[in-house]
């Protein structure tokens, strides 16, 4: 318990420093609050029982040398798009003593390892995306009332419906469930009736977001986890994923219909991962399938590679992803940068 206070301790103090770089440039909107899987887990994880933990090297190798639970060598997803925002990283929830979450006004990161978007897709303990809301709703009701600038309900509304709410998950719906033998439960649904399945049930868990006062919203699901270093670029296995990248677009812009004066952007890291196959060394990789990491050490020339580990991405690609998500590519449509200027 001693040791954890202290790596705590020593996170904050990696926060702090991100804080103060960032403190002078432009904030384009108030808050970033995340919520998903091992994508952008920013060590929640780190507090539960499970083996999915990324709090040990070689993970953080590129984050000032600190395994602080991102699963991956440097910055996550999540904490690229806030540096884009001017915004300082959003610490985990459960890092945080309860004392202190009334403090974070910059944002809340809730994303958990070995999670999914339903509630039976987990390994070991996780933060389902059930109980991440959970936690939000807690965040909205009990903790940020508290702070001096939210005296006033219309000065939290102003300040939920500024800020951007980021959700990526859904992968592991597949890894850890539709795609596992062992699990009965969804095999008389076909590849596209699971899609539809997983995002309707997305966008149920994303209205009680929107009803807490959220209005502009990041959603990205699955990856081409066939492709990750165990899976050897199974196809089969993409194929079966697919449908559920190809109606993403199509389901956010539903959202934005039926939730009033909402915002959504779809983040595709499937099309993200296609576009890098086409053309790795147009984009700096040597290597696009091969994990990394190998017998447990990290490769010397990270900025090579895609893959980080088994299944989760490089700094180097995920550096690629969020600028083109940030500002003009198609791989986030809209683009970040126009959902934070957007008046709605
Ligand atoms: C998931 O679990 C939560 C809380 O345990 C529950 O409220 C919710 O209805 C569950 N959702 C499904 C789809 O089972
Ligand atoms: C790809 O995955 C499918 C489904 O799990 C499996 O049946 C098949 O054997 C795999 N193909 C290869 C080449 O590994």
Same mark, same amino acid.
């Given at each position: 318990?001693?040791?954890?206070?202290?790596?705590?301790?020593?996170?904050?103090?990696?926060?702090?420093?991100?804080?103060?770089?960032?403190?002078?440039?432009?904030?384009?909107?108030?808050?970033? #609050?995340?919520?998903?899987?091992?994508?952008?887990?920013? &060590?929640?994880?780190?507090?539960?029982?499970?083996?999915?933990?990324?709090?040990?090297?070689?993970?953080?190798?590129?984050?000032?040398?600190?395994?602080?639970?991102?699963?991956?060598?440097?910055?996550?997803?999540?904490?690229?798009?806030?540096?884009?925002?001017?915004?300082?990283?959003?610490?985990?929830?459960? &890092?945080?003593?309860?004392?202190?979450?009334?403090?974070?006004?910059?944002?809340? $990161?809730?994303?958990?390892? @070995?999670?999914?978007?339903?509630?039976?897709?987990?390994?070991?303990?996780?933060?389902?995306?059930?109980?991440?809301?959970?936690?939000?709703?807690?965040?909205?009701?009990?903790?940020?009332?508290?702070?001096?600038?939210?005296?006033?309900?219309?000065?939290?509304?102003?300040?939920?419906?500024?800020?951007?709410?980021?959700?990526?998950?859904?992968?592991?719906?597949?890894?850890?469930?539709?795609?596992?033998?062992?699990?009965?439960?969804?095999? $008389?649904?076909?590849?596209?009736?699971?899609?539809?399945? *997983?995002?309707?049930?997305?966008?149920?868990?994303?209205?009680?977001?929107?009803?807490?006062?959220?209005?502009?919203?990041?959603?990205?699901?699955?990856?081409?986890?066939?492709?990750?270093?165990?899976?050897?670029?199974?196809?089969?296995?993409?194929?079966?994923?697919?449908?559920?990248?190809?109606?993403? *677009?199509?389901?956010?812009?539903?959202?934005?219909?039926?939730?009033?004066?909402?915002?959504?952007?779809? @983040?595709? &890291?499937?099309?993200?991962?296609?576009?890098?196959?086409?053309?790795?060394?147009?984009? &700096?990789?040597?290597?696009?399938?091969?994990?990394?990491?190998?017998?447990?050490?990290?490769?010397?020339?990270?900025?090579?590679? #895609?893959?980080?580990?088994?299944?989760?991405?490089?700094? @180097? @690609?995920?550096?690629?992803?969020? $600028?083109?998500?940030?500002?003009?590519?198609?791989?986030?449509?809209?683009?970040?940068?126009?959902?934070?200027?957007?008046?709605?």
């Amino acid at each position: 318990m001693k040791s954890f206070k202290v790596f705590w301790a020593f996170s904050f103090i990696v926060y702090h420093a991100f804080f103060v770089k960032v403190d002078g440039a432009k904030r384009l909107v108030p808050a970033l #609050y995340v919520f998903g899987d091992s994508s952008v887990d920013a &060590g929640n994880n780190n507090n539960l029982i499970t083996h999915a933990k990324a709090n040990v090297p070689p993970n953080g190798i590129d984050f000032n040398n600190r395994a602080t639970g991102r699963f991956t060598n440097g910055k996550t997803f999540a904490d690229l798009i806030a540096i884009k925002l001017g915004l300082p990283l959003q610490p985990p929830y459960l &890092g945080i003593s309860k004392s202190e979450r009334y403090q974070e006004i910059n944002g809340i $990161n809730y994303a958990s390892g @070995a999670c999914g978007i339903l509630n039976d897709s987990r390994d070991g303990e996780c933060l389902s995306l059930d109980k991440q809301i959970e936690y939000f709703t807690s965040t909205v009701v009990n903790d940020l009332p508290k702070h001096k600038h939210f005296k006033s309900k219309d000065k939290l509304k102003h300040h939920l419906s500024k800020s951007i709410y980021l959700i990526s998950v859904g992968s592991n719906d597949y890894f850890l469930n539709y795609l596992k033998p062992e699990i009965r439960t969804y095999k $008389n649904m076909n590849p596209e009736e699971f899609a539809d399945y *997983l995002l309707d049930q997305l966008s149920s868990k994303i209205k009680t977001i929107y009803n807490l006062g959220a209005r502009k919203f990041v959603v990205g699901t699955v990856n081409q986890i066939g492709c990750s270093p165990n899976l050897y670029c199974n196809e089969t296995i993409n194929q079966m994923v697919k449908p559920c990248s190809d109606k993403l *677009l199509m389901k956010v812009q539903e959202m934005e219909k039926k939730f009033s004066g909402s915002m959504f952007v779809s @983040a595709n &890291g499937f099309n993200f991962f296609n576009k890098i196959k086409n053309d790795p060394k147009k984009y &700096g990789f040597i290597n696009i399938f091969k994990s990394c990491i190998q017998q447990g050490l990290p490769c010397t020339n990270r900025k090579d590679y #895609y893959f980080w580990d088994f299944g989760h991405i490089t700094e @180097a @690609a995920l550096k690629i992803y969020a $600028n083109e998500c940030f500002s003009g590519s198609k791989m986030c449509f809209p683009d970040v940068k126009k959902l934070a200027h957007t008046h709605l």
